[in-house]
């Protein structure tokens, strides 16, 4: 099945943007259904953005207009820009792929936004 390794994380200030990548191993890739998770400390994991196979988009209320999500199908890669970050946005950044009954996760990566 599909692996994924997501890059991009690190420590940022308030206000700066962040943008993570996600590598997927399979060129089946066209055929999930992406995302994008986080997971802060004490919390559950939470979807943060999705992105269908016919390109579509969805967010919660808590990043839209802040994080895009896309998706480069020839190179079977996902991003996800993050603008404006503030603290609230601290924590491990999943990768999600699903697939009918596939569902993957990613290794995780950790954003952090402190001044």
């Known amino acids: 099945q599909v692996q994924l390794v997501e890059s991009g994380g690190g420590l940022v200030q308030p206000g700066e943007s962040l943008t993570l990548s996600c590598k997927a191993s399979?060129?089946?890739?066209?055929?999930?259904?992406m995302g994008w998770y986080r997971q802060a400390p004490g919390h559950g994991r939470e979807l943060v953005a999705r992105v269908g196979t016919d390109g579509i988009t969805n967010y919660p209320d808590s990043v839209k207009g802040r994080f895009t999500i896309s998706r480069d199908n020839f190179d079977n890669t996902l991003y996800l820009r993050m603008d404006n970050l503030n603290p609230g946005d601290t924590a491990v950044y999943y990768c999600n792929a699903k697939w009918g009954q596939i569902d993957v996760w990613g290794q995780g990566t950790q954003v952090t936004v402190s001044s």
């Open positions: 399979k060129n089946s890739f066209t055929f999930y259904t």
